[in-house]
């Protein structure tokens, strides 16, 4: 009988193992940091070997950062020059819309030494602009504008009682002024005068915008300063 050959088997051969999508990753995160060392390296020892470049370019920020202080400054003393020569007819406040009429009072506070800013708008509280004087006090001022001047309607009681409302409550005002370039009702001016508000009509309003003296010296029963200003 003939004997059966044994049957030789193969050896298995493994497939090496797949590396992962993280590994995958992190290995292109490690090259992207070595690439990024190398580049900051390089750099650093170019402006180092080139440092005049270094100082060149601090001489032009420090330049260019101090021409732009300069204007800066330039256009502030431009500023308070204008406000300070600020002076309006009442014939160009009559011209005026009713929000450029409140930009000019703030204007016109402004330029006697105030900071003033016009806040009027929906939601503003019967005030169109806070200010705060020299001598510390507040300011809560309701502008009321008329295109006719003294021959449109009269501010009456009612515009009134919103700010006395609102004026010390609210905005915190040491004195409330409802200001227009027309004229006060009958019932507004003893009204006023009994609940401390301050009336600013067309007469008014045209001798202070004219620049002969700051709204306070122009008004009565004005409040005793908060703090001690530069004039007394």
């Not at 009429?101 to 939601?123: H, K, P, W």
């Amino acid at each position: 009988m003939s004997r059966r050959r044994p049957v030789r088997r193969r050896p298995v051969r493994r497939r090496p193992a797949r590396r992962s999508k993280k590994q995958d990753e992190q290995i292109a995160l490690l090259v992207g940091a070595v690439v990024a060392v190398a580049l900051v390296v390089a750099a650093v020892q170019w402006l180092l070997a080139h440092w005049w470049l270094l100082a060149l370019a601090a001489v032009i920020a420090s330049v260019t950062g101090g021409f732009w202080l300069q204007q800066v400054r330039q256009r502030a003393e431009w500023a308070r020059v204008r406000a300070q020569a600020l002076r309006m007819r009442i014939a160009e406040i009559d011209a005026l819309d009713h929000r450029a009429f409140e930009f000019a009072v703030r204007d016109l506070m402004r330029r006697d030494g105030c900071t003033a800013e016009q806040i009027g708008g929906a939601g503003d509280d019967a005030c169109d602009v806070r200010a705060t004087d020299p001598a510390g006090r507040i300011w809560a001022i309701q502008c009321k504008h008329r295109r006719d001047g003294d021959r449109g309607s009269a501010v009456g009681v009612g515009v009134l009682q919103q700010v006395n409302g609102t004026a010390r409550q609210v905005h915190g005002a040491d004195v409330a002024v409802v200001l227009t370039n027309g004229r006060f009702s009958s019932k507004a001016i003893p009204w006023g005068r009994e609940h401390r508000i301050h009336l600013v009509d067309r007469r008014v309003l045209g001798e202070w915008a004219a620049g002969s003296r700051p709204l306070w010296e122009l008004l009565d029963r004005i409040p005793p300063p908060r703090r001690p200003t530069a004039l007394s």
